[in-house]
């Protein structure tokens, strides 16, 4: 990230973002310093239909991966799966800072958690790694972000372009309500502007909806609309719709802090089927869940009023099993957090 490499060493600086990078579509900024977040970080509530493209991290520029192959041309091999690094990331909001030059390596294909009592900054972490964070007016930034060695914060690429490639998916979950379950999955074409016939669309739905592990419960029923399913489908219709541009990374935010023990159980198991196709990034509360669906993992903690730092990272089993750190050990433990 070419702003970023002003990280400070010593007394860091908090940066405006607003003079560094593009301003976001109008109508995505909150005014005022304590501004709430942007309409598509809210996690309640209907979403409208300009909040879902920061919702699921879709951008305004798109090459069609979606539209048949031109005759005679070979079917295309699966993408290798991405991994992202995040250096020196340090974050504020006005002259509160709340993370303090974390590292961590998101490997391809692998669930990393980060866990760490309320407040330490795992959701700021989370949103610095697809760009929503400098969406918040009083936000600032520094450290770097690459996803498989590019950059995404260099300033020629398109704040978008991020959230394309890295999907999010947010507590709540948020589907247009009255919009149907097929046409829920297709959203996120139209916003990139990508254009598919009813083939490629049908095959799209299908393919989305069995990888968020909804498929069987729903393919009966594609023209019903996305409100009418319960909470857990939801949750997996919006994963589906994430989807659906095809993200090289998908970042969760406490995906089931809404859904009953049964509906977690089976995100669970979609997350642990989806890391086959797509590297991923959880926030979560529940330690069990941690250690049920993550290979990897990431303790961060504010002690005091100072900003957020990663205590321990490492195999998610020895973070459980043999943490390095006693503080890594209590939180494990529900010591405290
Ligand atoms: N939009 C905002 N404006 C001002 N301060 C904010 C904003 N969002 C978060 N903060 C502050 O940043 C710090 C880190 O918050 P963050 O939500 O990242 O923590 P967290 O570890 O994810 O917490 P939780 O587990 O409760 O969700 C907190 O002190 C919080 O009050």
Same mark, same amino acid.
């Given at each position: 990230m070419s702003v970023p490499n002003s990280v400070p060493n010593s007394v860091p600086a908090p940066q405006p973002l607003d003079s560094l990078?593009?301003?976001?579509?109008?109508?995505? #900024?909150a005014s005022g310093v304590h501004a709430p977040?942007?309409?598509?970080?809210?996690?309640?509530?209907?979403?409208?239909?300009?909040?879902?493209?920061?919702?699921? &991290?879709?951008?305004?520029?798109?090459?069609?991966?979606?539209?048949?192959?031109?005759?005679?041309?070979?079917p295309q091999p699966q993408a290798p799966l991405s991994s992202l690094v995040a250096r020196d990331i340090s974050a504020w909001f006005g002259t509160h800072q709340v993370l303090d030059r974390v590292s961590l390596e998101m490997a391809a294909g692998e669930v990393t958690a980060l866990i760490g009592p309320s407040g330490c900054g795992k959701s700021t972490f989370l949103r610095i790694l697809n760009r929503m964070h400098e969406l918040v007016p009083s936000a600032g930034l &520094?450290?770097?972000?690459?996803?498989?060695?590019?950059d995404i914060y260099e300033r020629s690429r398109k704040l978008t372009d991020a959230r394309k490639h890295i999907g999010m998916v947010f507590q709540k979950p948020n589907p247009f309500p009255a919009m149907s379950i097929y046409d829920n999955v297709?959203?996120?074409?139209?916003?990139?502007?990508?254009? &598919?016939?009813?083939?490629?669309?049908?095959?799209?739905?299908?393919?989305?909806?069995?990888? &968020?592990?909804?498929?069987? *419960?729903?393919?009966?029923?594609?023209?019903?609309?996305?409100?009418g399913l319960s909470?857990?489908?939801?949750?997996?219709?919006?994963?589906? %719709?994430?989807?659906?541009?095809r993200p090289r990374v998908l970042l969760m935010d406490e995906p089931c802090s809404a859904l009953d023990p049964t509906s977690?159980?089976?995100?669970?198991?979609?997350?642990?089927?989806?890391?086959?196709?797509?590297?991923?990034?959880?926030?979560?509360?529940?330690?069990?869940?941690?250690?049920?669906?993550?290979?990897?993992?990431?303790?961060?903690?504010?002690s005091q009023?100072?900003?957020?730092?990663?205590? *321990? #990272?490492?195999?998610?089993?020895?973070?459980?099993?043999?943490? %390095?750190?006693?503080?890594? #050990?209590?939180?494990?433990?529900?010591?405290?957090?």
């Open positions: 990078f593009p301003a976001p579509a109008q109508g995505q #900024h977040p942007p309409a598509a970080a809210v996690t309640s509530g209907p979403p409208t239909a300009g909040s879902i493209a920061a919702a699921d &991290a879709v951008g305004t520029t798109a090459v069609d991966p979606f539209l048949p192959p031109s005759p005679g041309s070979q &520094a450290g770097e972000v690459e996803l498989d060695g590019e297709v959203a996120g074409l139209k916003l990139t502007g990508v254009k &598919a016939g009813k083939e490629t669309k049908d095959e799209l739905v299908q393919r989305c909806l069995t990888s &968020a592990g909804l498929w069987n *419960e729903v393919k009966d029923r594609l023209r019903s609309p996305g409100g909470g857990g489908q939801q949750q997996r219709l919006c994963i589906a %719709r994430s989807l659906a541009v977690t159980r089976v995100i669970e198991e979609t997350i642990k089927e989806l890391r086959q196709e797509v590297t991923i990034v959880i926030v979560t509360h529940n330690m069990q869940q941690a250690a049920r669906v993550s290979q990897r993992c990431a303790f961060f903690l504010a009023g100072t900003p957020g730092v990663i205590v *321990e #990272h490492g195999d998610t089993d020895a973070m459980f099993g043999e943490p %390095r750190d006693q503080r890594t #050990h209590d939180y494990v433990n529900g010591r405290f957090g």
